[in-house]
């Protein structure tokens, strides 16, 4: 039986560990499904696995890609789908782990942006438009795509548009297995803002500016989609003396508990995915009978 197990759920929801010991418990390899994490050099602003966690079992699509090159959900699937295909032969359980709802649905359901190749010259005729005036034309033509985008990410705006108006677009099915678990990990905003704030701190204790400042001084410039993270752009204002070290924390604790609030609407949307509240006690392990269950049920 090909089965599938996916954990999701907004940023600092301890979705790593919980991966891995799920990896531990069931023979299973990790597929990070993560848009920044697959970058080198990117580990502090993308809160990739640390080099200690990674000792602990296989991750799949960590430190593949260099920051100037382009990434996307077609790319991921691309490469997703063959490391399934083996690790099933391998009678190994491949566990899908990571924020990026977007690179989910890509891979389990198919998603119409996939089929659409880029258009450069439509692009250009929109670079010089405001945010506001391209999210506004979104929500005209595709009010549903407009619901679940970031409205403050022109490049993600603009995509979106040349979707919609695209002749070509058509969905692409990637996975036709149904025997898939989806958990998700969560809690009230409240909780996770404070959390993903405690978390901000120790990046920035931890090295996230030097990091930045590494980056740039290798050549990598803020105009790559690799460098637009959330804890990555804000750092721009701070490094060109626009903003003090305070000003720089607040900028990303907003951008954090958008990003969340995102992450939020973007899951929670998926009636498939079976919630667990991260202050649950003993949350591994009621996880772990979940996927028990999921497992015996499937043999």
Not at 223 to 230: G, H, N, T, V
Request: proline share 4%.
């Amino acid at each position: 039986m090909k089965l599938l197990l996916v954990v999701c759920g907004p940023t600092g929801t301890g979705k790593t560990s919980l991966a891995i010991h799920l990896a531990r418990s069931f023979h299973g390899e990790i597929i990070s499904a993560d848009s920044r994490q697959i970058y080198k050099y990117m580990n502090i602003g993308t809160g990739k696995a640390t080099p200690e966690e990674r000792k602990k079992t296989v991750h799949h699509l960590l430190d593949t890609v260099d920051p100037a090159q382009t990434y996307c959900a077609a790319d991921f699937v691309k490469e997703a789908v063959p490391i399934i295909e083996r690790l099933w032969e391998q009678k190994t359980l491949p566990i899908i782990e990571g924020g990026t709802g977007f690179y989910m649905s890509a891979l389990l359901d198919g998603v119409d942006s996939i089929g659409v190749p880029p258009d450069f010259s439509f692009r250009d005729t929109l670079k010089y438009v405001s945010k506001e005036v391209l999210y506004e034309r979104l929500l005209k033509l595709d009010p549903k795509r407009a619901s679940t985008i970031d409205r403050n990410n022109p490049r993600r705006l603009i995509r979106a548009l040349e979707v919609v108006q695209s002749k070509e677009r058509q969905v692409v099915s990637t996975l036709t297995y149904d025997n898939v678990l989806r958990i998700g990990l969560t809690a009230d905003k409240k909780y996770l803002f404070e959390r993903s704030d405690k978390r901000l701190k120790q990046a920035v204790e931890g090295g996230l500016i030097e990091e930045i400042e590494s980056l740039l001084q290798k050549g990598y410039t803020w105009d790559l989609p690799s460098m637009s993270s959330i804890w990555y752009l804000p750092v721009k204002a701070y490094l060109e003396k626009n903003e003090t070290r305070e000003e720089l924390t607040t900028h990303l604790q907003t951008e954090t508990h958008r990003y969340i609030r995102r992450q939020m609407t973007w899951f929670k949307k998926d009636a498939r995915i079976q919630w667990f509240d991260i202050r649950e006690k003993e949350l591994h392990k009621k996880v772990e009978e979940k996927v028990t269950v999921f497992l015996k049920e499937n043999a």
